[in-house]
């Protein structure tokens, strides 16, 4: 099965600044899928087909890469952007997960 | 607006089954594809398997073949997962999801809605 990376594990980010979050595939994969959970709540499908904003995501965030490198983007960090992010491969079964980056407000 | 109720937490004995439910509204139940995954703190999110909501056919990842079993009531628009043969490392949250799929030369399949999530206990 495809292992998804996702780098870092947790986080921290003041408001205004930049964020990444990085997936690594162990093979390729055509689109990545990113979600994000709150505390004690369903995740949430956030970006889809890599690039594409789900209905509701403000326009702060963006999501790009190919291949086996991916990328989640939030050009200026909000406090209601602290959540855990999680990415999923489409393409190989079984769908797999990274194990989520958390991301807090300093 | 698309929903996915899903019934309340479960605490279950070793060895014991439990079966969850999963009542989609908002949407033509038989268009879509119902999910389950597992979410617990050390392994994080794992995809169980998915449900035709149409045709009952169902598709496993391999490691949770033999533990869930996945079946529907088109009358009702329900989705059901029952886990047997219950341990410890059942213990999780579960959540229905409903997936998006299609090939268009690229495999494209993700989980656009999902459930509240069912926390299950398995303890003696």
């Known amino acids: 099965e495809i292992v998804l990376t996702q780098s870092p594990t947790t986080m921290a980010a003041s408001p205004g600044e930049k964020v990444t979050i990085t997936c690594r595939a162990s093979s390729s994969v055509s689109y990545m899928y990113w979600y994000q959970q709150m505390s004690d709540a369903s995740p949430k499908l956030w970006i889809y087909?890599?690039?594409k904003l789900a209905s509701g995501v403000p326009d702060r965030f963006s999501g790009s890469g190919s291949g086996t490198s991916y990328s989640l983007t939030i050009n200026t960090m909000e406090a209601e952007d602290a959540a855990t992010y999680y990415c999923q491969q489409c393409c190989s079964t079984p769908l797999t997960f990274g194990s989520g980056t958390k991301l807090e407000i300093k | 607006q698309v929903q996915l109720q899903q019934s309340g937490a479960e605490l279950a004995k070793p060895g014991s089954s439990v079966k969850i439910s999963c009542k989609a509204s908002g949407y033509t139940f038989t268009s879509y594809y119902i999910s389950w995954i597992k979410q617990t703190t050390g392994q994080g999110l794992e995809y169980i398997g998915y449900i035709n909501t149409g045709s009952g056919g169902t598709n496993y990842n391999e490691k949770f073949k033999g533990k869930a079993t996945l079946t529907v009531d088109k009358s009702s628009s329900t989705a059901f997962m029952q886990l047997s043969s219950l341990t410890p490392d059942d213990s999780a949250v579960y959540y229905c999801?409903?997936?998006?799929?299609?090939?268009?030369?690229?495999?494209?399949?993700?989980?656009?809605?999902w459930g509240q999530g069912t926390l299950v206990t398995v303890s003696s």
């Open positions: 999801a409903r997936r998006s799929y299609y090939y268009d030369g690229y495999y494209h399949d993700w989980f656009a809605y």
């Open positions: 087909d890599t690039s």
